[in-house]
């Protein structure tokens, strides 16, 4: 090479290193994401024809992508000497306090107002366990009718939903099922076919059985299951003699449904094959959630090992 | 119905087509000469030689294969002149008699010129020939020069090519304007190859010391070619030295690749039966370096234990995969006219894993005195993971020259794809008391398959009618078998017997055959247009009484000697698709499954208009706009149900398809130089692709890149010094945003107890509405050869994103936590990134 030839090279070969660099200038890390959307209101509402399970409404909303999701706020902590001390705690951006909530069944409409759960039952209340329910009594729901929702809030959030409660699940061939099950043992518990919603059977104990909440989904217009659990059940600590074994069947709406069992698997196959995620909207419509319903039917046997 | 009578029924425009061509070449009957061009130091033949009768205008191009007919041939002694840029110019007396077919075999000496490496091409020749458009072929030597990842490979070559998209670096994966992998035919010496990928598409299948050229046709290909909608790719495997024994080797950082070849015993110019054979084999052994050292640290820590006094429990191994493949070829030569080629591969990635861990607790100390009267227990577990999955083929091909117009090919084929998780778990447990012995033990197995066989009869016939018309027909039978299951055993003592139970989870077998009719004519109309005109008629087992009809057409038409438009357009079906979805990073298994019976055949329609413009200096310049329409592309549902222990046609998560439309459009450019010191080329695609389906309307898939540039360069400094590099640039691939923190709820009944809870989640935008930063990566390569005593020695350092350009695979989201608050602070994302800078060497042998 003479040095002409590196005189016009050199400065071509620098210059196309520099241009290079400069294009691939990127930052490797973590980076902060922005964007603040219109926020939207995210509920869950609730519409059970067991009155073992209270109907309500949760009323949370989404939130931007930057920025720290509770705000620090104070509370007045009283003594007993008169005195009094400010307690940081931070509140959920997420938690709507103030919306009004109505639920319609033909010409009756209730409204629900927030509540937290009694302290004497919960060990710890969070902000985020705020519902709306029925305070009056006389919310009672009825199987195979369709309610409604409309929630609105002070800063103009709206969103409306509707779900039809399913008919209560109906126990057939109880004469054929006898009052003590040994466990180990298969056993099978019949009902009436519905071929329109999906059904879920759960039994459980009074005390420690192994398997414990044995659950299955059932697929709509099955009308039996036949289960056992493993002998040694009973092989616990407590060797007790035998158990009250509740065994409970529940029909869904398909919101309810499509929310709890649907939209995860959808989430858990876009995860798996990389589809990314959908906007989950089951019976709501001006916002995100879902207004489902379910009944239930509860029969009780003995179980012995 | 009369078996006989239905046969004729059946196949009766293949023995027509067969009576035609007999007639008709017959009734032409006149002079010619024909036979084939071949490479003088390997045997290997030369298409696209060019080969003219002295003083005439009569001549004839060779094909794929090295043949050439010259057709009404005057009487008389004349010379033949065969000429190929690379080869020394050939002229060969003969003499030709009244209704006389000479055969002529040609053998070309290469052309050396002083401080230059060879460069055969036939880039004249093809701009020439070629109707079809979009086609490229790439020689060995373009595939090693393109950009790859630690070795040579003709997937990362192709996808320099324009109109090939990468979804990432991780994959070379091809999807062709608009199409994904799946609709790419991918032949080895013609046969189907299914999962052409190792490593979850990290590397091809195919071993580059063994491949003579790969020919892609990235659409409007010919009416011969079947069965899938997006491209073509055929792979054509190097026959073998047939003068010599010879051979390569090349060891590189990731693997050692062995390649030998050479002529069948007794060989000999005289002999009537003659051939040579191939054979190429290639494994990683990372494995085996890394759990080599991991043995000896072992080795070193057998005694070493735990604070807690307990032995230090080390895993057997800590890599646990590789891959290997061979492919193999034969070639043999039966007197003028036979030719029989066998051809093989075979290919897995293996991913293993196993190891046992044994434990003992004694406690005696009830009696320390009495060791009998103590507790003793032994725990025995063992795992054991074994994935493998790869690609096995068998050909056999009897070429046949019926008479010198006539070539005759029979291709007889199976092509094997598996992959198969076998897992095993055991735990067993002995206790020993003093009264009691008692012997638990549980194990846990899953088997995981897919396997696709496909089983092939092709006949094809080529009738070299007039010096204006070459037609092509045949028939092709495939019979095909997905098999895909999911099987669970459980094992369990009780009560002191060992019982075993196994589950169905997914059980899905299909036996579709596929067969197909095919005519076309390739018809030189004036000097100045030509058509490539056919038809290809397809039926599908699962749709009975549909017969598929797909007319193919092109057309060349050239302005100047130099300059020719071409326009293409064909119908194209497809019965078979992967389920996985084409948004999915990583292909680490396909899931091959046939068109169900209620569902209809994928179809596809491609428009392609072009130029060409051949300098003096035989650089192509190449541009072509194309539109394709897809229609009923398989997107699978999301599996419903997914339990253990239910019905097993209640649980098939592969048998519900969103029926999916999609659109592809764009503009490609392409300068090529094939001769000179520098050499490569330069590509530009504008290419937009959407699909659609009742989830999502119009988006653009993941591997949507909408501008990308890519140059390919290789310099040939001198005899010894070599450097290449190549250069890509496109947009980034689409991604889904996320728009909002918000969250899922999570509702609990167990029995007595009720309750929900959230948990905090992202809401994601419309599908693919975002895109990744833009994709850089700047390679560069260098090597040396140096001349050993038995053959050559060459050393290559090559460094891979030179600028260390960061390149975004995909986006990790994460919520900062402040730990002091115990809250959350806005969220974050992590550029997960493709490949950084990375330099490798490695050496090559050759002798």
Redesign the interface.
Known sequence: MNFRMSARTVPSLLLTFVL??W??C????????T???D?KL?V?G?ISTDPS?ESFV?V?R?????????I?TYDTIWHSDDSYELQLR?ESK?VVENATVHVSQGANSWVFTPVTPDPRYTWQISE?DLVYKDTTGTFFVLPEQTYTLSISTPDGLTLTGSTRTPPDPVFTHLDALPDTLQLHRNFTIRWKPDPDHNY?I???GDLYLCGG?N???L?PGDSVWTSQY??ECFENEWDPESAEL?I?L?AMDENFYG????H????F??FF????????QYGVTGG???FGAISRS?ITRTAVP | MNRKIYFLKKWRWVLLMLVWCATMSAVRAAQSIHGFIRDDASGEPIPYANVILKGTQQGAVSNTEGYYVISSVPVGQDTLLVSIIGYELKPTPVQVALDDNVRLDVRLTEEVLAGEAVTVTAERQKFRELVTTSTMTLQQRDIEVAPSFVEADVFRAIQMLPGVQAINDFSSALYVRGSTPDQNLIMLDGITVYNPSHLGGVFSTFNTDAIKEADFRAGGFEARYGGRMGSILNIVNREGNTEEFAGKANISFLSSKLLLEGPLPGNSENSAIKGSWMLAGRRTYIDAIVNGLWQLYRLRNRNAVNPDGSPVVLPAQVFPYYFYDFQGKLNLDIGSKHRLTWSSFYGDDVFYLSDSYENEYRDFSSNPADPSAGYRSVYQDSYRFDWQWGNFTNSLTWRWILSPKIVAKTFLASSRYRFQIDTDLSDERWEYEVSDTSHYKSTFGMDIFDRVSDRTLETELTWFAAPNHTVTGGWQFKTMAFNLGMDFTVGET??DTFYTRRDTLLWMLERPREQALFIQDKWEITNLLSAQVGLRLSHYSLHPGKFYPEPRLGLKYFLLDNLSLKAAWGVYNQFLGVA??P???FHFIDIWLAIPEDYPASRSLHYILGAEYLTAGDILLRSEVYYKSFDHLLTLK??????VGQDVQ?MNPFNEFYDTQARAYGMEWLVKKTTGKVRGWIGYTLAVTQRKNE?NDWYHP?YDRTHTLNMVADWQWNEEWHASTAVT?SSGNP?????????????Y????E?G?D?Y?????GD??SERY?GY?R?DMSFSKRTATKWGSKEWFFQVVN??????IL?YI????F?WR???????????V?MFPFMPTVGVKYEF
Not at chain 1, 259 to 262: A, N
Not at chain 2, 760 to 764: A, E, G, I, N, V
Request: net charge negative; hydrophobic share 30%; aromatic share 20%.
């Open positions: 290079a660099f294009v691939s990127g930052n490797w890390g973590w980076e902060p994401v964007g603040d959307t926020p995210n869950f609730l399970i949760v949370h989404t939130i931007g992508l930057s920025g720290p999701d509770a620090e931070y997420y985020l879920q759960t039994t459980s909440e659950e299955e989904l697929l493993p002998w509740s409970i529940r929310y709890f069992y649907q995860q698997a959808d989430e196959f876009s094959m990389g589809q990314g995620g959908e906007i989950p995100y959630g879902v509860r | 009780e009560e996985n979805p948004e999915a990073n999301p599996p419903t149900n997914f339990q209640n989830v993941k640039y991604y889904t945003p996320i728009l909002a923190r918000t969250e899922d709820y999570y509702f009944d167990w029995g007595d009720t929900w959230a905090s989640q992202y809401l994601y599908m693919n930063p850089f700047w030179v600028t260390n350009h960061l390149n995909t989201y994460d919520q900062d402040d608050t115990g809250q959350y602070k806005g969220v974050r994302r992590f550029g990134p």
